[in-house]
C-alpha cells in the first residue's frame, strides 16, 4: 500500500514556521528573481491569486493591498524538506522523496488512516508544517487520495472502494497524476470530464488516446500498480544553471562573470552526483517580451570528460566570447553541462589537459570547504560574491536554520 | 593514481568531518606516535543534536530571563517534540511575536509568563513553539 504525504502550500508554511506575523495574512511565495507566484496561503488563494501570476504586473490591484509577497528562501525550504523526511524516515520503513514538499511512503498493513494521523500530526509538531496524506494501492491512487484529502479531512484513502467511488464521481480528470492539459482537452472532446468516466474506458482505448503511459495511468487508476516505489532517482542526465539577470546585461565583464559562475555552480552539481560532463551547452538572450530586439546566442559542444571547474569555466566563457554581441541588453544565461557519465565510464584522452589527480583533489577540496563555510565561500577567480546581474531578491526572509547569523531572534 | 588514493581518502575522510587534514602526523624526522592516533576535535553539533529535526537553534534579545540565567545574545538550541513542563522556558507565538516565557499549568490550565508582561492563557491564538534544550553562549 502507498501513501503520499505533501505539505500544505509548503514554502508558505516554511515561512509561517518562523514569522507568526504571516499567520492568517494573505501571502504568497514569488519565483527566482520575484517574478511569479508560486506558493500561495489559503487566504491569496481565496483572494483570486492565481498559480504563476505575475506578480509586479497584478500587485498593484487593489484587492492585492494586503497581500505579502516573500521572495524564494530555498536553504530554508531545502532544510525544511529535509527535516519532514527525517521525521517520516522514523515511522515508515521506506520513503521515496518525490519533491522538495511531496513524499511518497511504504505503509504496512498497520500503518493506516489512524497511524497517518499521527504521524501528520507529528509533522505538525516538529516541523510546524500542515500536511495532507493520500493512502491507495497504487502511486496514482494514493495520489489522487492526497487531492482528495485537502478538501476532506487531511487523510483520504482510496483503498476502500466505497470512499473512492464517491470521490472519483466529482472528481475532475485534471487531478489524475499525469493527465495533462493536452490529454484534457483530448478527453473532454469526448465528452469525459470525471474521473469516474476515464476510469471507465476500456484501457485499449486509453492506450490509442493516450499512449502506453497513459494507459499506465489508467491501469493505476483500476487498481492495478505499475509503478514501484524509487529509493534514488535515475542517474542525471544533465546540470543545468539558467538565470534571468536582475536587470540587463549589457557589458562583456557582466556576462563573463555570469557565465563563469554558472558554469562553476553546474560543475559543483555535476561533481555531487560523482560524475562527469563530456558535452555542454552556453546560451545567452533578450527579453523576449519587453521589445528589446530579439538575439539568441547558443552553442552546444562536446569537451573532454571532466568536471573541473576551472577547465568547464574557461570553455563556457570562450563559447559566449565567441556569439557576443555588443550593445545588446542581455535577459538571461545559462550553462547546462551534458552528457553526464561517471568517470570509468567516459570516454578518456589520450593526453588529457587537466592532470585528473590534481583536479580530483583541487575540486574535493573546494567543495569541503564550500559545504563547511557556505556556498561561494571559495570561489574560482573572476566571481564576485555579489554583482550587479545576481538575481533579484528584495523580501527574503532570513536562512533560519543554517545561518548563525539568520537565527529566529525571541524576544525575552 | 594508485598511490594518491589513499591520501585521497583520508582528505575527504577529514573534510567530510569539517576538519582540515592534519599535517603534523607526517613528520621528516621521528616518526610520530600519534601518527594513527589523528582524532577530530569534539563535534559540538553532534552534543547538542542539531542534527535531528526537532532540533532548532534561536537567538536571545533582550535581558528579561537573566533571573534564569539567560543572556541577550545567547543561542538557545530548542526541541519542538518536547512534552510542555510546567516551570520549564519555552519558545511561544505570542499576539504576532516570538517570545521567551516560562511555562505554569494551573488548575488543568496552562499559561505563559512572558518576562514583560502580564501571564496570558494557552489558547487557539497562542503557540507553544518549542521547549529550551541547551544554551550556548560565545562570549563568557
Redesign the interface.
Given at each position: 500500500m502507498f501513501g503520499l504525504i505533501d505539505g500544505n502550500n509548503f514554502y508558505v508554511s516554511c515561512e509561517r514556521a518562523?514569522d507568526?506575523?504571516l499567520?492568517g495574512k494573505p501571502v504568497i511565495v514569488l519565483s527566482n528573481n520575484d517574478g511569479c507566484a508560486i506558493a500561495r496561503s489559503a487566504e491569496a488563494k481565496a483572494l483570486g491569486i492565481r498559480m504563476g501570476e505575475v506578480w509586479h504586473l497584478s500587485k498593484r490591484k487593489p484587492e492585492y493591498r494586503e497581500v505579502i509577497a516573500k521572495s524564494s528562501n530555498y536553504a530554508l525550504y531545502g532544510d525544511m524538506s529535509?527535516?519532514?523526511l527525517?521525521?517520516l524516515s522514523d515511522h515508515f520503513a521506506r520513503v521515496e522523496p518525490y519533491s522538495i514538499d511531496e513524499m511518497f511512503l511504504d505503509l504496512t498493513a498497520f500503518a493506516r488512516v489512524d497511524y497517518c494521523r499521527r504521524v501528520r500530526d507529528?509533522v505538525r509538531?516538529?516541523?510546524?508544517i500542515p500536511t495532507c496524506v493520500g493512502i491507495g494501492p497504487t502511486k496514482t491512487l494514493a495520489k489522487l487520495a492526497n487531492k482528495h484529502a485537502k478538501t476532506a479531512t487531511g487523510v483520504s484513502d482510496f483503498s476502500n472502494i466505497d470512499i473512492r467511488r464517491e470521490a472519483f464521481a466529482t472528481m475532475p480528470i485534471d487531478e489524475i497524476w499525469g493527465v495533462g492539459r493536452a490529454n484534457q482537452t483530448k478527453l473532454n472532446e469526448l465528452g469525459i470530464f470525471t474521473v469516474e468516466q476515464f476510469a471507465a474506458l476500456p484501457s485499449a482505448s486509453v492506450r490509442k488516446l493516450m499512449t502506453v503511459t497513459g494507459q499506465r495511468t489508467h491501469a493505476e487508476l483500476n487498481g492495478v500498480s505499475c509503478l514501484p516505489l524509487t529509493l534514488a532517482p535515475d542517474q542525471k542526465q544533465t546540470a543545468a544553471v539558467t538565470r534571468m539577470f536582475g536587470r540587463p546585461v549589457e557589458t562583456w565583464t557582466d556576462m563573463r562573470e555570469a557565465l563563469a559562475a554558472h558554469a562553476a555552480r553546474a560543475a559543483e552539481k555535476c561533481r555531487q552526483h560523482g560524475l562527469v560532463a563530456s558535452a555542454m551547452q552556453v546560451f545567452f538572450h533578450t527579453h523576449p517580451h519587453n521589445g528589446d530586439p530579439w538575439y539568441h546566442g547558443q552553442r552546444s559542444f562536446e569537451i573532454e570528460p571532466t568536471a573541473d571547474s576551472f577547465a568547464i569555466i574557461s570553455q563556457a566563457v570562450s563559447a559566449g566570447r565567441s556569439m557576443w554581441k555588443p550593445d545588446t541588453r542581455y535577459a538571461k544565461a545559462g550553462v547546462i553541462l551534458l552528457d553526464l557519465q561517471a568517470p570509468q565510464d567516459a570516454p578518456r584522452d589520450l593526453l588529457p589537459t587537466v592532470d585528473?589527480?590534481r583536479s580530483?583533489?583541487l575540486m574535493?577540496?573546494l567543495d569541503?570547504v564550500n559545504a563547511?563555510f557556505g556556498r561561494g565561500t571559495l570561489r574560482p577567480g573572476g566571481i564576485r560574491q555579489t554583482t550587479p546581474w545576481s538575481t533579484r531578491a528584495n523580501n527574503r526572509s532570513p536562512r533560519?536554520?543554517t545561518r548563525?547569523s539568520d537565527?529566529?531572534?525571541?524576544?525575552? | 593514481m594508485i598511490s594518491a588514493l589513499p591520501l585521497l581518502l583520508m582528505f575527504c575522510i577529514c573534510s567530510r568531518m569539517g576538519e582540515p587534514a592534519y599535517k603534523g602526523a607526517e613528520t621528516t624526522g621521528f616518526q610520530s606516535p600519534a601518527q594513527d592516533h589523528v582524532e577530530a576535535v569534539p563535534d559540538l553539533a553532534e552534543l547538542l543534536e542539531l542534527r535531528r529535526p526537532q532540533r532548532y537553534a534561536v537567538r536571545v534579545k533582550g535581558e528579561g530571563l537573566r533571573k534564569r540565567g539567560i543572556h541577550g545574545g545567547d543561542i538557545l538550541v530548542v526541541n519542538t517534540d518536547a512534552e510542555p513542563r510546567s516551570g520549564k522556558v519555552c519558545v511561544a507565538f505570542l499576539h504576532g511575536d516570538v517570545v521567551l516565557a516560562i511555562l505554569i499549568e494551573k488548575d488543568g490550565q496552562w499559561w505563559l509568563e512572558p518576562s514583560n508582561d502580564a501571564p496570558q492563557p494557552v489558547c487557539d491564538e497562542t503557540e507553544v513553539w518549542a521547549m529550551i534544550a541547551a544554551l550556548v553562549r560565545t562570549d563568557v
Amino acid at each position: 500500500m502507498f501513501g503520499l504525504i505533501d505539505g500544505n502550500n509548503f514554502y508558505v508554511s516554511c515561512e509561517r514556521a518562523f514569522d507568526p506575523t504571516l499567520i492568517g495574512k494573505p501571502v504568497i511565495v514569488l519565483s527566482n528573481n520575484d517574478g511569479c507566484a508560486i506558493a500561495r496561503s489559503a487566504e491569496a488563494k481565496a483572494l483570486g491569486i492565481r498559480m504563476g501570476e505575475v506578480w509586479h504586473l497584478s500587485k498593484r490591484k487593489p484587492e492585492y493591498r494586503e497581500v505579502i509577497a516573500k521572495s524564494s528562501n530555498y536553504a530554508l525550504y531545502g532544510d525544511m524538506s529535509r527535516r519532514v523526511l527525517e521525521v517520516l524516515s522514523d515511522h515508515f520503513a521506506r520513503v521515496e522523496p518525490y519533491s522538495i514538499d511531496e513524499m511518497f511512503l511504504d505503509l504496512t498493513a498497520f500503518a493506516r488512516v489512524d497511524y497517518c494521523r499521527r504521524v501528520r500530526d507529528r509533522v505538525r509538531r516538529i516541523t510546524k508544517i500542515p500536511t495532507c496524506v493520500g493512502i491507495g494501492p497504487t502511486k496514482t491512487l494514493a495520489k489522487l487520495a492526497n487531492k482528495h484529502a485537502k478538501t476532506a479531512t487531511g487523510v483520504s484513502d482510496f483503498s476502500n472502494i466505497d470512499i473512492r467511488r464517491e470521490a472519483f464521481a466529482t472528481m475532475p480528470i485534471d487531478e489524475i497524476w499525469g493527465v495533462g492539459r493536452a490529454n484534457q482537452t483530448k478527453l473532454n472532446e469526448l465528452g469525459i470530464f470525471t474521473v469516474e468516466q476515464f476510469a471507465a474506458l476500456p484501457s485499449a482505448s486509453v492506450r490509442k488516446l493516450m499512449t502506453v503511459t497513459g494507459q499506465r495511468t489508467h491501469a493505476e487508476l483500476n487498481g492495478v500498480s505499475c509503478l514501484p516505489l524509487t529509493l534514488a532517482p535515475d542517474q542525471k542526465q544533465t546540470a543545468a544553471v539558467t538565470r534571468m539577470f536582475g536587470r540587463p546585461v549589457e557589458t562583456w565583464t557582466d556576462m563573463r562573470e555570469a557565465l563563469a559562475a554558472h558554469a562553476a555552480r553546474a560543475a559543483e552539481k555535476c561533481r555531487q552526483h560523482g560524475l562527469v560532463a563530456s558535452a555542454m551547452q552556453v546560451f545567452f538572450h533578450t527579453h523576449p517580451h519587453n521589445g528589446d530586439p530579439w538575439y539568441h546566442g547558443q552553442r552546444s559542444f562536446e569537451i573532454e570528460p571532466t568536471a573541473d571547474s576551472f577547465a568547464i569555466i574557461s570553455q563556457a566563457v570562450s563559447a559566449g566570447r565567441s556569439m557576443w554581441k555588443p550593445d545588446t541588453r542581455y535577459a538571461k544565461a545559462g550553462v547546462i553541462l551534458l552528457d553526464l557519465q561517471a568517470p570509468q565510464d567516459a570516454p578518456r584522452d589520450l593526453l588529457p589537459t587537466v592532470d585528473p589527480v590534481r583536479s580530483e583533489k583541487l575540486m574535493t577540496a573546494l567543495d569541503a570547504v564550500n559545504a563547511r563555510f557556505g556556498r561561494g565561500t571559495l570561489r574560482p577567480g573572476g566571481i564576485r560574491q555579489t554583482t550587479p546581474w545576481s538575481t533579484r531578491a528584495n523580501n527574503r526572509s532570513p536562512r533560519y536554520t543554517t545561518r548563525l547569523s539568520d537565527l529566529m531572534e525571541v524576544r525575552a | 593514481m594508485i598511490s594518491a588514493l589513499p591520501l585521497l581518502l583520508m582528505f575527504c575522510i577529514c573534510s567530510r568531518m569539517g576538519e582540515p587534514a592534519y599535517k603534523g602526523a607526517e613528520t621528516t624526522g621521528f616518526q610520530s606516535p600519534a601518527q594513527d592516533h589523528v582524532e577530530a576535535v569534539p563535534d559540538l553539533a553532534e552534543l547538542l543534536e542539531l542534527r535531528r529535526p526537532q532540533r532548532y537553534a534561536v537567538r536571545v534579545k533582550g535581558e528579561g530571563l537573566r533571573k534564569r540565567g539567560i543572556h541577550g545574545g545567547d543561542i538557545l538550541v530548542v526541541n519542538t517534540d518536547a512534552e510542555p513542563r510546567s516551570g520549564k522556558v519555552c519558545v511561544a507565538f505570542l499576539h504576532g511575536d516570538v517570545v521567551l516565557a516560562i511555562l505554569i499549568e494551573k488548575d488543568g490550565q496552562w499559561w505563559l509568563e512572558p518576562s514583560n508582561d502580564a501571564p496570558q492563557p494557552v489558547c487557539d491564538e497562542t503557540e507553544v513553539w518549542a521547549m529550551i534544550a541547551a544554551l550556548v553562549r560565545t562570549d563568557v
